[in-house]
């Protein structure tokens, strides 16, 4: 199945049915694709979440796959944390690992969290896989408290034409390199590249933050642009 293709038609159902395919084996993907990198992203993330968050209530990960990064925030602070994702075999790969876990099937546009029960919501190269990103970010907005924090990492595309040039080889490379170490996958794994490209060239996540009535939003590049942490509070 042309995954990419498949999704300009069913976004919802075909990131579904691509996620459930590669859960077993999609950490090992990003950590050679990122060359390491993901778990000092992901620390930068929980840190921009720490700045001015309520002291009560839970954290959030939405998109929280196989659950590594709600393991970290469980292992490196004190905070309440529960995962949600929108794939059934990415939650089995989760509640495998981490047993003990909060986990429950949650679509990012009708999140299962009463209004203004989370101090936090953070997700990881997650949001270029959700229909309906407007909504989703509408959600997020519902489930924090007042003063709640928002931190999101996703891959982008750099501003400086030779550092885009320089990435774009880089994916060209790196990712046939990982299809043909991860067999039987290879069409899944190269949606990775053309979302990339896709949102990365159409989505302003700022603007839409602004948009969901966030404040104080920014957006930080990371890997010279190739990814970017986005962070916002509700407010007051």
Not at 190 to 205: A, E, T
């Amino acid at each position: 199945m042309d995954y990419f293709q498949a999704s300009q038609n069913d976004k919802s159902g075909t990131v579904q049915r691509m996620f459930d395919v590669v859960a077993p084996k999609y950490d090992r993907f990003n950590a050679i694709l990122s060359l390491g990198l993901d778990t000092i992203w992901r620390n930068k993330a929980i840190a921009a979440l720490e700045k001015g968050m309520p002291s009560e209530g839970y954290i959030a990960d939405i998109g929280c796959g196989s659950g590594d990064l709600c393991g970290q925030i469980r292992s490196q602070t004190s905070h309440d944390v529960l995962g949600g994702d929108f794939c059934r075999g990415m939650l089995n790969e989760a509640r495998r690992k981490f047993p003990t876990m909060g986990l429950s099937q949650a679509d990012a546009t009708n999140l299962p969290y009463a209004n203004e029960s989370l101090k936090g919501i953070i997700s990881a190269f997650v949001i270029r896989n959700i229909d309906g990103l407007p909504k989703a970010f509408g959600e997020f907005r519902r489930c924090l408290k007042p003063g709640g924090r928002v931190a999101i990492l996703e891959f982008s595309m750099p501003s400086n034409p030779l550092v885009r040039l320089g990435f774009n080889a880089y994916m060209s490379i790196m990712i046939p390199i990982a299809c043909r170490l991860f067999k039987g996958e290879g069409e899944a794994y190269q949606y990775l590249r053309q979302s990339i490209n896709d949102f990365g060239s159409k989505i302003d996540v700022c603007g839409l933050l602004n948009e969901a009535g966030f404040k104080d939003v920014k957006g930080t590049p990371l890997l010279m642009g190739g990814v970017t942490l986005y962070e916002a509070s509700k407010g007051d």
